[in-house]
């Protein structure tokens, strides 16, 4: 028997085409897909990083963001060919720095919150 398997996080935020426009900006990410309910809110995205995709949506009553659950308790982890680079442009676009960029025994790397509430441990090799 032969499965195919494929784990995507789905970021739920206030804000959903704000947060696109975000990653598309600092992780030059593409639009795959969009979905709005007919209210305008969107249910369903998805974008590529690289390699990898991610799914988002607008919270709701079922769904909720970081910041009405007091915070993330997930880290999502991105490594990226200049860490600076993208560091320094999640901020200036709104990020925190919750650790600076700086070198280790395991690479170059540090840890940004986005303005949605999501921490993202970025590094390079």
Do not use: C
């Amino acid at each position: 028997m032969t499965t195919s398997n494929s784990l995507r996080p789905r970021l739920v935020v206030e804000g959903a085409a704000q947060a696109i426009d975000y990653y598309k900006d600092v992780f030059a990410a593409d639009e795959i897909a969009r979905y709005d309910d007919p209210s305008g809110k969107i249910v369903h995205a998805e974008l590529a990083v690289g390699g990898s995709r991610l799914t988002l949506k607008d919270a709701d009553d079922t769904d909720r963001a970081p910041a009405s659950l007091g915070g993330s308790p997930v880290l999502l982890m991105l490594e990226v060919d200049d860490v600076d680079a993208v560091g320094e442009k999640m901020v200036a676009a709104g990020g925190k720095v919750i650790f600076p960029i700086q070198d280790s025994e395991v690479g170059r790397g540090g840890r940004i919150q986005d303005p949605f509430g999501h921490a993202w441990m970025i590094s390079q090799r």
